[in-house]
Nanobody
């Protein structure tokens, strides 16, 4: 059973940075993509960034501001967020590619098992 633990959230002023780590345990195949999703109140969960096979992809809304990366041992996933905007306010979740997942991002299904971490950006 995969377990994901997101941390690093908090409150920040617009224009500031935050870095979100996601620690994970359990078996995750070497070919599996990983991703970050977010969900704002009253909105659907949306993909933000994904990484796998040496490539990273981003939602248009975060391109040039967010960077997804993995630790060399692949046991920690990161999301570096720069130049944050109030519209980035949301609960952020990390996710693992899964055939049973219900969250789609750029053609791949993901499952999120963590509790998420709250990011609040004030203007």
């Amino acid at each position: 059973q995969v377990q994901l633990v997101e941390t690093g959230g908090g409150s920040v002023q617009a224009g500031g940075p935050l870095r979100l780590p996601c620690g994970h345990s359990g078996y995750i195949g070497g070919d599996s993509n990983m991703a970050w999703f977010r969900q704002a109140p009253g909105k659907e969960r949306e993909g933000v960034a994904r990484i796998g096979h040496g490539s990273a992809y981003y939602a248009d809304s975060v391109k040039g501001r967010f960077t997804i990366s993995q630790a060399n041992a692949r046991n920690t996933l990161y999301l570096q967020m720069n130049n944050l905007k109030p519209e980035d306010t949301a609960m952020y979740y990390c996710a693992v590619q899964s055939p049973d997942g219900i969250n789609w991002f750029l053609g791949i299904k993901f499952a999120t098992w963590g509790q998420g971490t709250q990011v609040t950006v004030s203007s």
